[in-house]
């Protein structure tokens, strides 16, 4: 096995790993968790510091790019219907593919990051959206733009995954948690102001400018990767296999049974938010007569909600409570939620109007910032030798997951909303019965080896990372 080496932003170039410094990564006497600690000189503290805020801002840019090519397009999903003669379900398709092509892109950018480093597959991707994003702007049928939907999420995978991978190279435990904790912060906004700026371009042009807006965002962000973005993967810690080892090592990932669990349990918390992403423009606009600027306050509520319980799991939580048990009570608020929002739609309390809906729909998203953010953590925690490769199958579970529950929640017309309810309470339960029976909470913990493992198959299922001081 080999120890992992010592990881800092100081002084790192463009192109040179992230290695040595004032950031490293130990393992405490107990419980496997590890996280930063400065070392050095002051002046180098103070620039491992500031490159470690512009790194962070990155991540959370790039992990921002799958709200902001969902949410800002939310708002536009009726006119596009009008706009293009098409159905409502065969428009949900254009969220669904690129929701589906972030899950397949993340299985091959992941083990590419594995192999040849962060950046440049990162910036491959990058390039890659532009020119998709670009072409949705002008497509002229529904069949040209779920197409090119797809492209656009294939290589926006590239952002969401690699983020991940990179958050693994330099946290562990707590710390790392902690971390996820600080992007929903960052990328959490983008749910708030998408929808915002989608309304907003909305009313000076047509669907098509949100998507010139969208092209412009991803050239700004590819440049600020280019500028500013260091290597993280020192070449030393890279693998040197093709396709058959990429494929050998998620066929070991997911033999873990703990990791299996985290990965189906956040995948399925995430499909019951994707069934809200999906349906809700037409929940609110169509079924409850709300304005697209009112659906795009009530979208940004959520969001902030959802990013208010994030800060309460990273700042308060994480040094008090194990992630376990906040996943597991946040699982089973998102649960409660989804049973509420399936009586009120089936009319047991009668017409329940816009408000008890949105309510019931707020503490569902707001629950997603304990669920989340612990289940990466959990997952990330028994895989420091495969980082991108267990970042894509997290990735791609949660959006495959997803893009099925998308047109489920359309499956009934644009006159109720009780599918979008039903979808979300199915993937809450399931969700909560990967949880209880493949991580197994309950059971006595011991010390996990695996965190320093340096390569080759997890350990067996039967240890557990102890996830708090």
């Known amino acids: 096995m080999r120890e992992r080496g010592r990881r800092t932003s100081a002084d790192a170039g463009a192109d040179g790993p992230i290695e040595k410094g004032s950031i490293e990564t130990d393992s405490t006497a107990e419980g496997g968790s590890r996280g930063p600690r400065g070392q050095g000189e002051a002046a180098g503290s103070v620039a491992a510091r500031r490159t470690g805020l512009l790194v962070t801002l990155v991540l959370g840019g790039l992990t921002a790019v799958p709200p902001l090519s969902m949410d800002m397009y939310l708002p536009a999903l009726p006119e596009v219907?009008?706009?293009?003669?098409?159905?409502?379900?065969?428009?949900?398709l254009t969220l669904t593919a690129c929701l589906a092509g972030m899950a397949l892109g993340q299985l091959v950018v992941g083990p590419m990051s594995d192999k040849w480093g962060r950046r440049r597959p990162l910036l491959a991707g990058l390039l890659v959206y532009i020119v998709a994003t670009a072409v949705c702007a002008f497509a002229p049928t529904v069949e040209l733009l779920i197409a090119f939907r797809l492209a656009q999420g294939l290589a926006g995978a590239a952002g969401i995954v690699i983020a991940r991978a990179i958050v693994r190279d330099l946290y562990d435990g707590v710390e790392m948690a902690r971390f996820f904790s600080t992007l929903m912060l960052i990328s959490g906004v983008a749910p708030i102001i998408a929808p915002l700026i989608g309304g907003q371009v909305m009313r000076v042009t047509d669907w098509r400018g949100v998507f010139v807006v969208l092209t412009v965002i991803g050239a700004v962000l590819t440049a600020v990767v280019w500028r500013a973005l260091p290597e993280t993967l020192a070449p030393g810690r890279r693998h040197g296999g093709g396709t058959a080892e990429a494929l050998r090592t998620m066929r070991d990932l997911l033999a873990d049974r703990v990791f299996t669990g985290y990965m189906l349990a956040g995948g399925f918390a995430f499909a019951a938010l994707f069934a809200y992403v999906s349906a809700s423009p037409f929940v609110i606009q169509e079924i409850y007569g709300?304005?697209?600027?009112?659906?795009?306050?009530?979208?940004?509520?959520?969001?902030?909600?959802?990013?208010?319980?994030?800060?309460?799991?990273?700042?308060?939580?994480?040094?008090?409570?194990?992630?376990?048990?906040?996943?597991?009570?946040?699982?089973?608020?998102?649960?409660?939620?989804?049973?509420?929002?399936?009586?009120?739609?089936?009319?047991?309390?009668?017409?329940?109007?816009?408000?008890?809906?949105?309510?019931?729909?707020?503490?569902?998203?707001?629950?997603?910032?304990?669920?989340?953010?612990?289940?990466?953590?959990?997952?990330?925690?028994?895989?420091?030798?495969?980082?991108?490769?267990?970042s894509a199958l997290l990735g791609t579970s949660s959006f495959l997951i997803g893009a099925i529950a998308s047109p489920l929640v359309g499956i009934a017309g644009e006159t109720t909303a009780v599918p979008m309810a039903v979808v979300q309470l199915a993937c809450a339960l399931v969700a909560v019965a990967c949880f209880v029976a493949l991580c197994r909470p309950w059971q006595p913990r011991t010390q996990e080896t695996s965190l320093r493992a340096g390569g080759g198959t997890p350990q067996p299922s039967g240890a557990r990372e102890e996830a708090q001081h």
């Open 290 to 390: 709300a304005s697209p600027q009112t659906f795009s306050l009530l979208f940004g509520i959520n969001s902030v909600g959802l990013i208010a319980t994030g800060q309460i799991n990273g700042k308060l939580l994480v040094d008090r409570i194990s992630l376990d048990k906040t996943l597991g009570f946040g699982l089973a608020v998102i649960t409660a939620a989804a049973t509420a929002l399936l009586l009120l739609t089936t009319g047991v309390f009668g017409d329940p109007g816009l408000v008890p809906v949105a309510a019931g729909l707020f503490v569902l998203m707001s629950a997603m910032g304990l669920a989340l953010p612990n289940t990466n953590a959990l997952a990330l925690l028994r895989t420091p030798h495969a980082a991108g490769s267990a």
């Open 81 to 92: 219907t009008d706009a293009l003669h098409a159905p409502a379900a065969t428009v949900q």
